[in-house]
């Protein structure tokens, strides 16, 4: 099947999807959809086919098809009826944290760091295309309230709300492992985002990913940002960033908060204000 630019297809609808046989008959309906990793391009791979009996199997993308028919309750087909030998046991096909990522367990509904708005904002749908191989591919996730009301059926409403598109190759997996997924914009984008936006950013992020974006910006911003951040997060990122080169910025002190009579610590490159101890 060639890739038809044409075609949106969204999470929440395929979710609904039954997957049947060649001849038409039901095994269950999609549960979920994998993808090898949160990068640009990357094709799902696996599917989860909750059967009946609360039986689970996932499968190879490879042993189904999307038909070219525009009814979605009818777009996929198994290749073969030989499942026996993917059926998963575990509650959850895969652990958070595993490498892998599941669509619906791990994206859809997930917080995101919202850099256009400098807001938390959270996926209401999951976009996708279909590849060259048939498969389909996440492009975008829309973060508008439109896509949720659609999801809930309120469809005639939701068609007057305006979407709120961010581009998959914007999104990186901020999270820890083991945790509910967090997303933020890709740290390559960060470079042309105000201070501001980069310190709201920090705030709400992982330590060790706060200071993954802080080094991925300009070192005049991220010492902006650093400043404009409340005292203990600044103390704790400025010990997990590495030694900077000689031009590194110097994160001063705050007039209203820090009293005459300190001096500066340094540490790993960056100085941070302290009060100076005094005798008792």
């Given at each position: 099947?060639?890739?038809?630019?044409?075609?949106?297809?969204?999470?929440?609808?395929?979710?609904?999807?039954?997957?049947?046989?060649?001849?038409?008959?039901?095994?269950?309906?999609?549960?979920?959809?994998?993808?090898?990793?949160?990068?640009?391009?990357?094709?799902?791979?696996?599917?989860?086919?909750?059967?009946?009996?609360?039986?689970?199997?996932?499968?190879?993308?490879?042993?189904?098809?999307?038909?070219?028919?525009?009814?979605?309750?009818?777009?996929?087909?198994?290749?073969?009826?030989?499942?026996?030998?993917?059926?998963?046991?575990?509650?959850?096909?895969?652990?958070?944290?595993?490498?892998?990522?599941?669509?619906?367990?791990?994206?859809?509904?997930?917080?995101?760091?919202?850099?256009?708005?400098?807001?938390?904002?959270?996926?209401?749908?999951?976009?996708?295309?279909?590849?060259?191989?048939?498969?389909p591919v996440p492009v975008a996730v829309d973060?508008?309230?439109?896509?949720?009301?659609?999801?809930?059926?309120?469809?005639?409403?939701?068609?007057?709300?305006?979407?709120?598109?961010?581009?998959?190759?914007?999104?990186?997996?901020?999270?820890?492992?083991?945790?509910?997924?967090?997303?933020?914009?890709?740290?390559?984008?960060?470079?042309?985002?105000?201070?501001?936006?980069?310190?709201?950013?920090?705030?709400?992020?992982?330590?060790?990913?706060?200071?993954?974006?802080l080094q991925a910006v300009p070192s005049s911003?991220?010492?902006?940002?650093?400043?404009?951040?409340?005292?203990?997060?600044?103390?704790?990122?400025?010990?997990?960033?590495?030694?900077?080169?000689?031009?590194?910025?110097?994160?001063?002190?705050?007039?209203?908060?820090?009293?005459?009579?300190?001096?500066?610590?340094?540490?790993?490159?960056?100085?941070?204000?302290?009060?100076?101890?005094t005798s008792r």
């Amino acid at each position: 099947m060639t890739e038809d630019p044409e075609r949106e297809l969204t999470l929440t609808q395929l979710l609904a999807t039954r997957i049947r046989t060649a001849d038409g008959r039901s095994l269950g309906r999609l549960r979920d959809l994998r993808i090898e990793r949160l990068a640009p391009g990357s094709p799902v791979d696996r599917v989860l086919l909750g059967a009946g009996r609360g039986d689970r199997y996932v499968l190879p993308w490879s042993m189904l098809y999307l038909t070219p028919d525009d009814s979605v309750a009818s777009t996929l087909r198994l290749r073969s009826e030989e499942i026996g030998s993917h059926r998963v046991v575990d509650a959850e096909p895969a652990p958070p944290g595993s490498g892998a990522v599941w669509l619906g367990r791990d994206v859809l509904d997930s917080q995101v760091v919202d850099l256009s708005g400098s807001r938390l904002s959270r996926v209401s749908e999951v976009l996708l295309r279909v590849d060259h191989h048939g498969a389909p591919v996440p492009v975008a996730v829309d973060l508008g309230v439109g896509a949720l009301m659609a999801r809930i059926g309120l469809r005639a409403a939701a068609r007057h709300l305006p979407r709120v598109i961010v581009p998959w190759d914007d999104l990186y997996l901020a999270s820890a492992g083991g945790h509910r997924s967090e997303l933020a914009v890709s740290t390559d984008r960060l470079g042309r985002r105000d201070a501001s936006v980069v310190a709201e950013i920090i705030a709400r992020l992982p330590l060790r990913r706060s200071a993954e974006v802080l080094q991925a910006v300009p070192s005049s911003r991220a010492a902006t940002a650093l400043a404009a951040s409340n005292r203990a997060l600044r103390h704790r990122l400025v010990r997990l960033l590495p030694a900077r080169r000689s031009d590194a910025p110097v994160v001063t002190h705050d007039p209203d908060s820090v009293t005459d009579g300190r001096r500066l610590l340094r540490t790993a490159g960056w100085r941070v204000p302290r009060p100076r101890r005094t005798s008792r």
